[in-house]
């Protein structure tokens, strides 16, 4: 006999609500405890996983085997190429284990809740509980409500009653210990399960090797990481997090989207860790950068109730009907200048560059990039959403649709559709200097002052030139005015 934990984005020991459960039920059954992982590539295909958040998933992986077997407990994983075999495969092997209860933790998003639901009705009809437990928000979806009953759509409010919620419910931070020591008797049982090798990467998302050896350096793996991660941000940089946080040059944030996108590290464990160092027991109280950095690791909870609560965010439609009928312009030239970082604009360049080399973009030129693509270019907005899943390293659905909805105006956020971004102003604002532009944009490192921020309208155009940096792709007065008066159209407001 055997008690089963399925990880999939929960790839830690700590704090892993389902699998702390299922060593308890191991324990208690005096039986070991098992776990599995199974390596879906149509998965990585639907979701469009980009290849280095698939490499870090894979080395992740491999330093959680190594976490566990410390503590006698195995990591079986398989590649299942049908994801659609998913569900039996899983009641194939809690079979062949003797598994009578299988854990997992809950995802939100539509496939994965109805794979979950699958799983829990196939399960009981041969004798397996499956059960499928919330763990990855902070406060479960559901919970917070408006005072009329309904689901927040805006953050403010949410935010508050996610705070008293908490304040009222302390032990919704109370953290969960790693799996207690498997019986000694696990290894010799399970043996070939503990000589597991973790695959490689399906071959349309294998890095090549110079990629390897540059996003590897960048972002080592393992709960161990992240923990030090979230230590040296705490005992570092989070008091000055509300003063630097919007400024890319500064090494101002933790970093740490990667490991809550893998689950290496949950979010709760953060909350309570900066808790720990904060002055004052409440989270909207104290040390002024510590409330603003859980304010916003609280936006990661937020996303994932919105898409909880309405799933068809999930199928590619605008949380705001009636911005489904803008006319977009879909003029591919443009769009690949923007993927590509050569729109002409430096801090929308910068980011997208940073994000190519890195997998990783800054969240203010996020905003600023995603705004330029949906406002100024008046590209459908989804298309950038696609790309930076397939783009980044910590490609997250909830984040990352919540991210473009609100620099596109067809999400949850309140403001209206006129809200359009300056990319030169933006640029002026937030890398005033110009250090963020320089290091991505080798080609205006020469550039002194000003000129930096916009090279062809404030007098560098000839070394601008000279370097092969483009010219503005668009005019940005001409299209702010497009972008307003297409908005207007979609909305039927004429
Ligand atoms: P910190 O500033 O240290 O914040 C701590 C944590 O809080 C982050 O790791 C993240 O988990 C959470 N957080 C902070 N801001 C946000 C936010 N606006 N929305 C949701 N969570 C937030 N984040 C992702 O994790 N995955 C995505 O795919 C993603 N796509 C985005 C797309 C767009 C267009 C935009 C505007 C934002 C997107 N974000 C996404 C949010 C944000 O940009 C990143 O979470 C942040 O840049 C990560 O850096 P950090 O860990 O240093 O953040």
């Known amino acids: 006999k055997s008690v089963v934990h399925w990880f999939k984005q929960d790839l830690r020991t700590k704090d892993n609500t389902a699998l702390h459960k299922a060593s308890e039920k191991a324990k208690r059954d005096g039986v070991p405890l098992i776990g599995l992982y199974l390596v879906s590539p149509q998965d990585f295909e639907a979701h469009l996983t980009s290849r280095v958040r698939v490499d870090f998933i894979l080395r992740t992986l491999q330093v959680l085997q190594e976490d566990l077997a410390q503590l006698d407990i195995p990591l079986y994983v398989e590649t299942v190429e049908k994801r659609k075999k998913i569900p039996s495969r899983i009641l194939e092997l809690c079979k062949r284990w003797e598994a009578n ?59 508050r009653a996610f705070v008293a ?7 919704h931070l109370k953290i969960h210990p790693a799996p207690s020591q498997n019986p000694g008797f696990t290894r010799t049982k399970f043996k070939p399960l503990f000589e597991m090798a973790i695959p490689d990467a399906p071959i349309s998302k294998a890095l090549n090797d110079e990629e390897k050896h540059r996003y590897r350096a960048l972002w080592p793996v393992g709960e161990q990481e992240a923990c030090e991660r979230l230590a040296k941000f705490l005992t570092k940089r989070v ?39 904060n002055s004052s027991p409440k989270l909207d109280a104290g040390i002024q950068g510590i409330m603003t950095w859980i304010s916003e690791v609280a936006w990661r909870d937020f996303y994932k109730h919105v898409l909880a609560h309405w799933p068809f965010v999930c199928m590619n439609k605008c949380f705001k009907p009636e911005y489904t009928n803008i006319r977009w312009e879909y003029n591919d030239d443009q769009f690949e200048a923007w ?23 800054h969240n203010r030129v996020r905003m600023v990039v995603a705004s330029f693509l949906a406002k100024d270019l008046l590209v459908d907005w989804r298309l950038g959403e696609q790309y930076f899943m397939e783009l980044l390293i910590d490609g997250d659905f909830a984040s990352n649709n919540g991210g473009w909805g609100f620099s596109s105006s067809a999400g949850v956020d309140p403001q209206p559709y006129f809200r359009v971004f300056n990319p030169t102003l933006q640029s002026e604002k937030f890398d005033p200097e110009g250090h963020y532009i320089r290091k991505w944009v080798p080609e205006l490192k020469e550039i002194k002052g000003k000129a930096i921020h916009d090279p062809y309208g404030k007098g560098a155009s000839i070394t601008a030139k000279r370097n092969g940096y483009p010219e ?23």
Not at 150 to 157: C, E, G, I, L, T
Not at 165 to 171: R, T, V, Y
Not at 474 to 493: Q, T
């Open 101 to 159: 209860h299988l854990y997992a933790n809950m995802e939100y998003e539509v496939d994965e809740l109805r794979r979950e639901a699958l799983l829990v009705r196939k399960g009981a009809e041969i004798g397996i509980s499956v059960n499928v437990l919330h763990d990855t928000c902070i406060v479960e979806p559901g919970r917070l409500k408006t005072g009329v009953g309904n689901q927040f759509s805006v953050y403010s409010p949410w935010y």
């Open 165 to 171: 919620f908490l304040h009222s419910h302390p032990n």
């Open 239 to 277: 008091n000055n997090y509300k003063d630097k946080r919007n400024l890319p040059a500064e090494d101002g944030t933790s970093m740490l989207s990667v490991h809550f996108a893998s689950g290496s590290i949950s979010a709760r464990t953060a909350i309570a860790a900066a808790q720990e160092v």
């Open 339 to 361: 993927k590509a970082g050569r729109t002409g604009y430096p801090l929308v360049d910068a980011g997208m560059r940073q994000a190519l080399a890195t997998g990783y973009m």
């Open 472 to 494: 503005p792709i668009v005019e940005h007065k001409f299209a702010r005015n497009r972008a307003l008066s297409r908005y207007k159209e979609g909305l039927g407001r004429d």
